[in-house]
């Protein structure tokens, strides 16, 4: 598969609060069902966010340690568990493009547009991939501990670690016409942190790491570089479509940054947004 032949921009990482991160993922995809290009992009979060899943519990949440922490809590529209986002440890990425251009169904359009994620992991010297065969959950509210299925769940090792762990969450929706994947892909692990946001959750920071893994863990690479192989990556993958071109510097119009305020005070920062489980999804 390649990337859809259209009109793209690369957003090179910006350190914005979660509410916001996830208001622009969502204009992304407004721009590109309106016909404005395609969007890369990295991103970081600042400071650290906790994002619930589009069904998830907030009972499931341990408010006063997001408080104390100073953790900002939004939700996503995307399904799944919570996952913490470290401010250093966590390198985000997201793709927005027309609907009409991707796969119709889930799968396929998710494993396209996971193909600069694996690029990226493979620049870096990661052995990473779906993972083999399923494993058993340990903790359901949190995204990084539910079940890995080989459909979707991607995990690493390194020369010398041979173990395979999650190193990356992807997920997805449509909007407008326009579909858009986000993505945490683990830098560093604080697991104290990635459980102390849920309320008492039955698994210890040692368990934890058996599960997931930082990029640093298995490889000699800094941050800086990290991001820098993920948004070559991520350029790569759109520009070899036949046809298509890059803006290798693009950035918000202020029409988008303006639309995007608005989602944050509408949606991403109200309470009763965040604090409301939609649906009747599990948690």
Not at 198 to 209: G, K, L, M, Y
Not at 210 to 231: C, H, K, P, T
């Amino acid at each position: 598969m390649t990337a859809p032949a259209v009109d793209w921009r690369l957003i090179r990482e910006e350190a914005r609060p979660g509410p916001l991160q996830m208001a622009l993922d969502e204009v992304a995809a407004e721009t590109a069902a309106a016909g404005g290009p395609a969007t890369v992009r990295t991103y970081r979060w600042e400071p650290s966010c906790l994002t619930l899943g589009r069904h998830q519990a907030p009972e499931t949440v341990d408010w006063a340690f997001c408080e104390r922490e100073g953790i900002d809590v939004t939700r996503r529209q995307t399904g799944g568990g919570g996952i913490y986002h470290d401010a250093r440890g966590d390198i985000a990425y997201s793709i927005a493009v027309p609907a009409e251009t991707v796969p119709g169904e889930l799968l396929d359009c998710y494993h396209l547009l996971c193909e600069p994620v694996l690029d990226a992991f493979d620049r870096l010297g990661l052995d990473a991939d779906y993972v083999d065969e399923p494993l058993p959950e340990l903790y359901r509210p949190a995204c990084y501990l539910r079940e890995l299925h080989p459909a979707h769940d991607v995990v690493a090792s390194g020369p010398e670690d041979d173990r395979s762990r999650k190193i990356a969450g992807n997920a997805q929706y449509r909007k407008r016409e326009a579909v858009i994947q986000h993505g945490s892909l683990t830098f560093a692990v604080d697991a104290g942190r990635h459980l102390g946001v849920f309320d008492d959750p039955p698994v210890t920071s040692e368990a934890f790491r058996e599960r997931v893994v930082g990029m640093n863990e298995l490889v000699d690479v800094d941050r800086a570089d990290a991001v820098s192989a993920i948004e070559a990556a991520l350029a790569d993958w759109a520009s070899a479509a036949p046809e298509a071109t890059v803006d290798m510097n693009g950035s918000w119009t202020d029409a988008e940054l303006e639309r995007a305020a608005e989602l944050v005070e509408e949606k991403y920062r109200d309470e009763e947004w965040i604090r409301t489980r939609p649906g009747s999804g599990g948690a």
